[in-house]
C-alpha cells in the first residue's frame, strides 16, 4: 500500500513556527519530487514549496518566501517544510505531495491553525 503521511501541524500563535513532515510508506521519496499544499476553508488548495529530487532546486510561493523552508532526507525517507514567523494567513491543511512521471501521490494532509 502507497501511502503519504503528514505530520506536526497543529495551532501556533502569530510570529511562532511549526515544522511538517512528511513520510512515505510503500516507496521511496528520493524517486519523487515533492511538493507542500495548502487549502484555507473556501479557498482553491494553493502551492506553496516545491523540491527537486536531487534537492538541488526548492521553489516557494512569494507569500512564505523567507519564512517557510522546505529540505529533504532521503537516506530518512522524509521531507520538511520549516515554518517560522507564521501569520493567521497561513492557517490552513497542508498536503504533502509527491510526484514523478507515472505517479503521483497526496496525503492526508495536517492542520496548521495560527491564532492567538
Known amino acids: 500500500q502507497f501511502q503519504l503521511v503528514e505530520s506536526g501541524g497543529g495551532l501556533v500563535q502569530p510570529g511562532g513556527s511549526l515544522r511538517l513532515s512528511c513520510t512515505a510508506s510503500?516507496?521511496?521519496?528520493?524517486?519523487?519530487?515533492i511538493g507542500w499544499f495548502r487549502q484555507a476553508p473556501g479557498k482553491e488548495r494553493e502551492g506553496v514549496s516545491c523540491?527537486?529530487?536531487?534537492?538541488?532546486?526548492?521553489k516557494y510561493v512569494d507569500s512564505v518566501k523567507g519564512r517557510f523552508t522546505l529540505s529533504r532526507d532521503n537516506a530518512k525517507n522524509m521531507v520538511y517544510l520549516q515554518m517560522n514567523s507564521l501569520k493567521p494567513e497561513d492557517t490552513a491543511e497542508y498536503y504533502c505531495?509527491?510526484?514523478?512521471?507515472?505517479?503521483?501521490?497526496w496525503g492526508q494532509g495536517t492542520q496548521v491553525t495560527v491564532s492567538s
Open positions: 510503500g516507496f521511496t521519496l528520493e524517486n519523487y519530487a
Open positions: 505531495n509527491a510526484n514523478s512521471v507515472l505517479y503521483n501521490y
Open positions: 523540491i527537486s529530487r536531487s534537492a538541488g532546486s526548492t
